[in-house]
T-cell receptor, first 111, second 111 residues
Framework: GENVEQHPSTLSVQEGDSAVIKCTYS??????FPWYKQELGKRPQLIID?????GEKKDQRIAVTLNKTAKHFSLHITETQPEDSAVYFC??????????FGAGTTVTVRA | DTEVTQTPKHLVMGMTNKKSLKCEQH?????MYWYKQKAKKPPELMFV???????INESVPSRFSPECPNSSLLNLHLHALQPEDSALYLC??????????FGPGTRLLVL
């Protein structure tokens, strides 16, 4: 099955700065990579996703890049705001149709 | 509408009790999932139903028993649980595009 590794485990940034979270995956057949944001006590919420036929996708302050050759993908958050503070999980969908999650990154945006 | 609902929000049960968790979606999704999430950890897949049939059981102990009465409903029956089963139980559903949408979860405490 798929194995996803995520770094860093914690990230503290000054408000207005950018945040970058990186993930690697093992299954070259994986073709779908979502990112979830989970605030304390809430559900994981899909914030952006990317499929393997695309190298980059943007949605306002959030962007995801995918390098299929290197088997890694990254989340970029620009102009961070206090409400961006949360745990972020990357994931990859393996050819067994199971979603494998990274260990999570706790992002803290300092005002 | 990307809404998955779950009841109850919170549940406290003793080790000899029998209880059920419920999940509902009206997005026409044909795949539904149960996940278990411990604090500060990613969701762990427990069961997958596809077209109302159990397609994946991640070697979950028999004290957890899933049921899919129809395409919109998913239940998780609990019996003789252990304190280590205390966690957030998340339901999710997905359609043809593979994106999984999570419900708010049931926070379970086993005493």
């Amino acid at each position: 099955g798929e194995n996803v590794e995520q770094h860093p485990s914690t990230l503290s940034v000054q408000e207005g700065d950018s945040a970058v979270i990186k993930c690697t995956y093992s299954d070259s057949a994986s073709n779908y990579f979502p990112w979830y944001k989970q605030e304390l006590g809430k559900r994981p919420q899909l914030i952006i996703d990317i499929r393997s036929n695309v190298g980059e996708k943007k949605d306002q302050r959030i962007a995801v890049t995918l390098n299929k050759t290197a088997k890694h993908f990254s989340l970029h958050i620009t102009e961070t705001q206090p409400e961006d503070s949360a745990v972020y999980f990357c994931a990859g969908l393996g050819n067994d149709y199971k979603l494998s999650f990274g260990a999570g990154t706790t992002v803290t945006v300092r005002a | 509408d990307t809404e998955v609902t779950q009841t109850p929000k919170h549940l406290v049960m003793g080790m000899t009790n029998k209880k059920s968790l419920k999940c509902e979606q009206h997005m026409g999704h044909r795949a539904m999932y149960w996940y278990k999430q411990k604090a500060k950890k990613p969701p762990e897949l427990m069961f997958v139903y596809s077209y109302e049939k159990l397609s994946i059981n991640e070697s979950v102990p028999s004290r957890f028993s899933p049921e899919c009465p129809n395409s919109s409903l998913l239940n998780l029956h609990l019996h003789a649980l252990q304190p280590e089963d205390s966690a957030l139980y998340l339901c999710a559903s997905s359609g043809a595009m593979e994106t999984q949408y999570f419900g708010p979860g049931t926070r379970l405490l086993v005493l």
